[in-house]
């Protein structure tokens, strides 16, 4: 598969065409970046990492019958993905109390939510991510409503997959975004799902395996998500 066109640099992560217009080709980077860009470094790795877990959680929601755009692994920094128009919403899932959600309704970080809470945000970096809700949605035009239903279904499918999945890891999810796109009449999952897009905390001790470590200046952040890749892999 033949790298083409630069289409489009992201916080984490470079796009290209291919050879097929129905492919495109993701690079992750090493970059680290938080509160709107406010906040940057480079962590040596980093990209590697988020390449492989990706992959990993890619490749597991496929198996359970959720469709995703991911293809293949082509490097250690390259997955081959299906072309996706991005519906500019971003899904948030909770299940326990932490960032914003703690800031927002004064809920204890670590406070284990009686449902699982789905929030919505505009992906518009110089906005900051608004949080947004149906009407907003609807009235914008940025999803129908029988995709937003279809969305949600589909992120409730994935944490119902990988809550249990990461708790025989001996890890929590905490929390985690979610982005999908337009593929001809499909709506897939895109994006990533690494530590940079979910908290992930040790089950027993509850040191943060994610990128709140970057967020909150507590180092250690590839460290921690090299623990988090170990464990996937089964490693001892």
Request: net charge negative; with cysteine; charged share 35%.
């Amino acid at each position: 598969m033949k790298k083409g066109e630069f289409l489009y640099e992201g916080k984490a992560k470079k796009i290209y065409r291919t050879d097929d217009p129905g492919l495109y080709l993701v690079e992750f980077k090493d970059d680290a970046t938080a509160f709107d860009g406010v906040k940057k470094d480079k962590l040596a790795d980093k990209g590697i990492l988020n390449n492989r877990l990706s992959a990993i959680f890619f490749e597991l929601l496929e198996e359970k019958g959720v469709e995703t755009h991911y293809e293949k692994t082509i490097s250690e920094r390259e997955m081959l993905v299906k072309s996706l128009e991005i519906i500019p919403v971003e899904v948030i899932v909770r299940n326990i109390a932490a960032g914003s959600l703690s800031k927002r309704l004064g809920i204890p970080e670590g406070t284990v939510m009686k449902k699982t809470v789905l929030e919505f945000s505009l992906k518009d970096d110089e906005l900051h991510d608004p949080m947004i809700n149906h009407y907003h949605i609807y009235a914008m035009d940025l999803a129908a409503p029988e995709e937003m239903a279809e969305i949600e279904k589909a992120a409730l499918r994935v944490n119902e997959l990988l809550v249990p999945y990461l708790r025989e890891k001996g890890i929590t999810l905490v929390d985690f975004k979610l982005e999908f796109g337009r593929h001809g009449d499909k709506i897939l999952l895109g994006d990533e799902i690494s530590p940079d897009t979910c908290r992930f905390w040790d089950s027993s001790s509850q040191e943060k395996l994610d990128k709140d470590r970057f967020r909150r200046d507590m180092g250690g952040v590839v460290e921690a998500y090299r623990e988090v890749l170990r464990r996937l892999e089964g490693g001892e």
